[in-house]
T-cell receptor
Framework: DAGVIQSPRHEVTEMGQEVTLRCKPI?????LFWYRQTMMRGLELLIY????????DSGMPEDRFSAKMPNASFSTLKIQPSEPRDSAVYFC??????????????FGPGTRLTVT | DAKTTQPNSMESNEEEPVHLPCNHS???????IHWYRQLPSQGPEYVIH???SNVNNRMASLAIAEDRKSSTLILHRATLRDAAVYYC???????????????FGKGTLLTVNP
């Protein structure tokens, strides 16, 4: 298995531009998570989906951020308009429910976003 | 969420065992103890998890105190590749709802000396 795939790996954009980050979870996984990591705030959960449905978006910083999961093999995180404070590494992770016990999450390599 | 406390950093020598401590005095009866690690410039990866009994896998061992208020991640022979930030995380074992969230703290930065 290729693991969780994220694209692009690096993104540099100017303030005010729209940014779209993409994630392909591991096949068969039914949970998908978006995290953001900065030096100041560490690793934060932004939103997660179960069977393509958003379950908890309480970590989404503001309305400029939106996430979708149109099918089981694809999710996007969009920032519009982007701001310099959005600069961070964004990770996507997936996991699966088995035996009604939490199981491990598998993280992608991350997208390093720089907003100038 | 129940909180965990870890040392900011630890140092080890290659080929020696490493014991990474984690305190979680407010742990509830249904909380699982998870350990993840994050190697430089990579996403976090799962290491091990347990509930009450000690656990072993190919990566590490997890020793859980009898009162469950602390745990220790044991790397039996540290290698240079084990240099990473290690996160101790509590997650509720009751299925559904918000219980699949991972709340990462600052973790322990492990340095392995050659």
């Amino acid at each position: 298995d290729a693991g969780v795939i994220q694209s692009p790996r690096h993104e540099v954009t100017e303030m005010g531009q729209e940014v779209t980050l993409r994630c392909k979870p591991i096949s068969g996984h039914d949970y998908l998570f978006w995290y953001r990591q900065t030096m100041m705030r560490g690793l934060e959960l932004l939103i997660y989906f179960n069977n393509n449905v958003p379950i908890d978006d309480s970590g989404m910083p503001e309305d400029r951020f939106s996430a979708k999961m149109p099918n089981a093999s694809f999710s996007t995180l969009k920032i519009q308009p982007s701001e310099p404070r959005d600069s961070a590494v964004y990770f996507c992770a997936s996991s699966f429910l088995a035996g009604m016990r939490p199981y491990e999450q598998y993280f992608g390599p991350g997208t390093r976003l720089t907003v100038t | 969420d129940a909180k965990t406390t870890q040392p900011n950093s630890m140092e080890s020598n290659e080929e020696e065992p490493v014991h990474l401590p984690c305190n979680h005095s407010t742990i509830s009866g249904t909380d699982y103890i998870h350990w993840y690690r994050q190697l430089p410039s990579q996403g976090p990866e799962y290491v091990i998890h347990g509930l009450t009994s000690n656990v072993n896998n190919r990566m590490a061992s997890l020793a859980i105190a009898e009162d469950r208020k602390s745990s220790t991640l044991i790397l039996h022979r540290a290698t240079l590749r084990d240099a990473a930030v290690y996160y101790c995380i509590l997650r509720d074992g009751i299925g559904g709802g918000s219980n699949y969230k991972l709340t990462f703290g600052k973790g322990t930065l492990l340095t392995v000396n050659p």
